[in-house]
């Protein structure tokens, strides 16, 4: 299974955008890059996903390197209720059954300060 | 207003007691997932299942059991073999396709365990 490194911590002001990195450099072709976030004390939320391209949604934009070694998950204008802390997830294939399974980190603890 | 319901949010036993966490689901999604959170962690899989009248074991499966009757259902019962059963428990779900879809997630039950 393909292993993602995120910084502990960040911290980003509130209306900038916040920029937040992920290494994979064990993925394989056929593996989605997830990035989910959890508010405190509540259940993870999905944010986006990609293969290779760069994907933009309605919550954020998702940068995939050409070599799919990194990529960085970006909040274009944060606000304070973006607090949380953020996964990135290589999710992996469980051949006998298809399923989605997630290995979650750590994760990175972003901090939107006034 | 479709999602995911898990009762109740706050839960306390006393040791040696089994407790059965409640995971209810109307997105009509074939899988459905348990989690457990620690402190400062990130989640852990329990259990998953695909279909109904089918599951299987997670990364840390002792302790804990699972029944997947009814496909809007997935109740989890932590048994008095759990060694450490005070967490944060997930309940989630996902469509089951081609290797793509996110998972979405309850609001989560906090155990204590005394």
């Known amino acids: 299974d393909a292993k993602t490194t995120q910084p502990p911590s960040m911290d980003c002001a509130e209306g900038r955008a916040a920029n937040l990195p992920c290494n994979h450099s064990?993925?394989?072709?056929?593996?989605?890059v997830y990035w989910y976030r959890q508010i405190h004390s509540q259940g993870p939320q999905y944010i986006i996903h990609g293969l290779k391209n760069n994907e933009t949604n309605e919550m954020a934009s998702l940068i995939i390197t050409e070599d799919r070694k990194s990529s960085t998950l970006i909040l274009p204008h944060a606000t304070l209720r973006d607090t949380a802390v953020y996964y990135c997830i290589v999710r992996p294939r469980d051949r006998s059954y298809n399923t989605d399974k997630l290995i979650f980190g750590t994760g990175t603890r972003l901090q939107v300060f006034p | 207003d479709g999602g995911i319901t898990q009762s109740p949010k706050y839960l306390f036993r006393k040791e040696g007691q089994n407790v059965t966490l409640s995971c209810e689901q109307n997105l009509n999604h074939d899988a459905m997932y348990w989690y457990r959170q620690d402190p400062g962690q990130g989640l852990r899989l329990i259990y998953y299942s695909q279909i109904v009248n089918d599951f299987q074991k997670g990364d840390i499966a002792e302790g804990y059991s699972v029944s997947r009757e009814k496909k809007e259902s997935f109740p989890l019962t932590v048994t008095s073999a759990q060694k450490n059963p005070t967490a944060f428990y997930l309940c989630?779900?996902?469509?089951?396709?081609?290797?793509?879809?996110?998972?979405?997630f309850g609001p989560g039950t906090r155990l204590t365990v005394t």
């Open positions: 989630a779900s996902s469509i089951v396709t081609s290797g793509r879809g996110e998972q979405y």
């Open positions: 064990t993925i394989s072709g056929n593996e989605y």
